[in-house]
């Protein structure tokens, strides 16, 4: 297991939120995932408006949360849009807080799974005030969607990133940072990986999904790449239809490095909550979210939890939706 230093950074004021446009959903987006025992459905058509300044303070004022929301109550799926990549980090801050303190005092532990790009830095709201201070760090499980199979101070290391970024500034107690071992090869370090999780679901820090029999992680925090892949599962590769193994590895992976370790779809859809956090023009092309005639399924497609899906979109991912 790795270990985390802990300190804490000075603390900030959060922002004041503004809204200069909106979103509205005129159709959920319909995604099928073939699963043996997974038939789920996503869709999502969206639409952004710009509105005058008059409207927007109006809608603005009407608000209680920061950006603007449109959520599908049948599905338990929202969309969430906001003006910067700045307003998205303050709300996607409280939104893991507010679930860290929800099932620590339900089950005295929160098991969180984070990815690697842009995600660390839109987390960085939580190592500064209230969170810091506020949030019940010693309840925290942390866990990684994906990870290169490189050591854990190479520039290409998921665990560097969000050390580096976020957990050597929170007293999270280092036996519960749950990293991979670099040690082995790709394929020994998913097995290691997935009898790591096997037993943290026997000794009830993980939940079990009852409907999957798949670990029911609490919160999941992925982004996603410009082709739309989630985790290490990329468009068009065989792993999109693995529904037996918790983790598996990738060793020709079409971003460099080749190796790497991943959680399977059925894991990522087993969780209680999804946020999908996505920033950047770059990070939201139009065939990564399906609309390419000539497309095939795009793993982006496939994400469609158990529980609650979450999209954080700024500005600039939203204008290519």
Same mark, same amino acid.
């Given at each position: 297991m ?11 004021s ?5 809204r ?17 025992k ?13 509105r005058?300044?008059?409207?927007t303070?109006?809608?603005?004022s ?7 929301t449109?959520? *599908? +109550?049948?599905n ?5 849009? !906001?003006?910067?990549?700045?307003e ?6 409280? @939104?893991?807080a507010?679930l860290? *303190?929800?099932?620590?005092k339900?089950? %005295? ?8 790009g842009?995600?660390? /830095?839109s987390?960085?709201?939580?190592? +500064?005030?209230? @969170?810091?201070?506020?949030? &019940? ?13 490189v050591p /854990? *101070?190479? #520039? &290409? ?7 580096d ?5 929170? #007293?999270?107690? $280092?036996g ?5 071992? &670099? =040690?082995l090869? =790709?394929?020994? =370090? ?7 999780? /096997?037993h943290?679901?026997?000794?009830g ?6 409907v ?5 992680? *609490?919160?999941?925090?992925? %982004?996603?790449?410009?082709? %739309?892949?989630?985790?290490?599962? !990329?468009?068009?590769?065989?792993l999109?239809k ?11 992976? $079409? ?10 779809? $059925? ?5 209680s @909550?999804?946020?999908l956090?996505?920033? %950047? =023009?770059?990070?939201?092309?139009q065939?990564?979210l399906?609309?390419?005639q000539?497309s095939?399924?795009? #793993?982006?497609?496939?994400?469609? $939890? ?5 999209? !954080?979109? &700024?500005r ?6």
């Amino acid at each position: 297991m790795a270990t985390a230093a802990s300190s804490l950074t000075p603390s900030t004021s959060l922002p004041k939120p503004s809204r200069p446009f909106s979103i509205s959903i005129s159709q959920l987006p319909q995604v099928s995932l073939n699963f043996k025992k997974l038939n789920c459905s996503i869709s999502c058509a969206l639409k952004i408006s710009r509105r005058t300044a008059t409207s927007t303070a109006t809608k603005a004022s009407s608000m209680a949360s920061s950006g603007i929301t449109t959520v *599908d +109550q049948n599905n338990k799926k929202a969309v969430e849009v !906001f003006d910067t990549e700045e307003e998205l980090a303050v709300s996607l801050a409280k @939104y893991t807080a507010d679930l860290s *303190d929800k099932f620590a005092k339900e089950r %005295g532990s929160f098991t969180v799974v984070v990815s690697g790009g842009s995600l660390i /830095k839109s987390l960085r709201k939580l190592v +500064q005030a209230p @969170y810091v201070d506020s949030i &019940d760090w010693s309840k925290w499980h942390v866990f990684w969607v994906d990870e290169r199979v490189v050591p /854990k *101070d190479h #520039p &290409d290391s998921n665990y560097k990133l969000a050390f580096d970024g976020f957990l050597s500034k929170v #007293p999270i107690p $280092p036996g519960n940072v749950h990293a991979i071992n &670099d =040690a082995l090869s =790709a394929e020994g =370090a998913a097995d290691d990986y997935e009898t790591c999780l /096997k037993h943290l679901v026997h000794t009830g820090v993980i939940e079990k999904s009852s409907v999957s029999g798949f670990p029911k992680f *609490d919160l999941m925090l992925v %982004g996603m790449g410009p082709d %739309g892949h989630v985790a290490s599962l !990329f468009p068009g590769h065989p792993l999109l239809k693995e529904n037996q193994k918790w983790v598996t590895h990738i060793t020709d992976s $079409p971003k460099p490095p080749p190796g790497r370790i991943t959680f399977t779809f $059925p894991v990522i859809n087993s969780s209680s @909550y999804i946020a999908l956090v996505v920033c %950047g =023009a770059g990070k939201a092309s139009q065939t990564a979210l399906g609309k390419s005639q000539n497309s095939d399924v795009f #793993p982006v497609q496939m994400v469609s $939890p158990e529980g609650e899906l979450k999209w !954080f979109l &700024d500005r600039d991912a939203a204008s290519k939706l």
